[in-house]
């Protein structure tokens, strides 16, 4: 079904010229000379390649219904951060793999065992993963605190348990499990 290049938003597969695409993200540009128009930031699934497109508000794109299944991720088939990543059917049980083509680095380096996540699925083929909003992870490194460190808006690096970096307030010590962003690897707070 066509639809305006106005609605179109950020994890919906669309056929694009010819190929089936998956928007990473949108933005609205209303420039001073000429008409509006939309920056849509897409990854071709054939080709694995992502750019930028630039759509007329009035272009009207195909919408692909993709399946959303909810799986929930188990371990890492190769043990070293880069996949396959074996996720479980929550419904038939039935294990599978996603390779790191299609799990980026950006969001596989929040993935801990037994996270919950939302798989798209197009005939059967896994397009991506949507994370939850926030992760539970537990420091597995990260500097003491300075004594007397009084300022509040100073971040120091910690390591957590997938092995991701994140920054932290200076009070956080090895041991405790932190609250994250995975879309933006901040820090949300104690768990």
Same mark, same amino acid.
């Given at each position: 079904?066509?639809?305006?290049?106005?609605?179109?938003?950020?994890?919906?597969?669309?056929?694009?010229?010819g190929?089936?695409? =998956?928007? +990473?993200?949108?933005?609205?540009?209303?420039?001073?000379?000429?008409?509006?128009?939309?920056?849509?930031?897409?990854k071709?699934? *054939?080709?694995?390649?992502?750019?930028?497109?630039?759509?007329?508000? /009035?272009?009207?794109?195909?919408?692909? /219904?993709?399946?959303?299944?909810?799986?929930?991720?188990?371990?890492?088939?190769?043990?070293?951060?880069?996949?396959?990543? =074996?996720?479980?059917? /929550? *419904?038939?049980y039935?294990?599978?793999?996603?390779?790191?083509?299609?799990?980026?680095?950006?969001? /596989?380096?929040?993935?801990?065992?037994?996270?919950?996540?939302?798989?798209?699925?197009?005939?059967?083929?896994?397009?991506?993963?949507?994370m939850?909003?926030?992760?539970?992870?537990?420091v597995?490194?990260?500097a003491?605190?300075?004594?007397?460190?009084?300022?509040?808006n100073? +971040?120091?690096?910690?390591?957590?348990?997938?092995?991701?970096?994140?920054?932290?307030?200076?009070?956080?010590?090895?041991?405790?499990?932190v609250?994250?962003n995975?879309?933006?690897?901040?820090?949300?707070?104690?768990?």
């Amino acid at each position: 079904m066509p639809i305006k290049a106005t609605d179109v938003k950020r994890g919906q597969a669309l056929m694009y010229e010819g190929q089936l695409h =998956v928007v +990473l993200g949108t933005e609205h540009v209303k420039p001073g000379k000429g008409p509006a128009y939309v920056q849509a930031k897409m990854k071709n699934i *054939e080709t694995g390649t992502i750019k930028t497109n630039r759509l007329n508000t /009035s272009d009207r794109i195909e919408d692909v /219904s993709i399946d959303r299944r909810h799986w929930q991720y188990l371990y890492d088939g190769g043990g070293r951060g880069e996949g396959p990543f =074996v996720f479980m059917d /929550s *419904e038939t049980y039935e294990q599978v793999e996603i390779g790191n083509d299609v799990i980026p680095i950006e969001q /596989s380096q929040w993935l801990k065992e037994n996270t919950e996540c939302v798989v798209m699925m197009f005939k059967d083929r896994p397009l991506g993963i949507e994370m939850p909003t926030v992760v539970e992870l537990k420091v597995t490194e990260t500097a003491p605190q300075p004594k007397g460190a009084t300022a509040t808006n100073q +971040l120091k690096e910690a390591v957590v348990e997938t092995g991701a970096k994140v920054r932290v307030p200076p009070f956080i010590d090895i041991g405790q499990v932190v609250r994250i962003n995975p879309a933006t690897g901040e820090y949300m707070g104690k768990a």
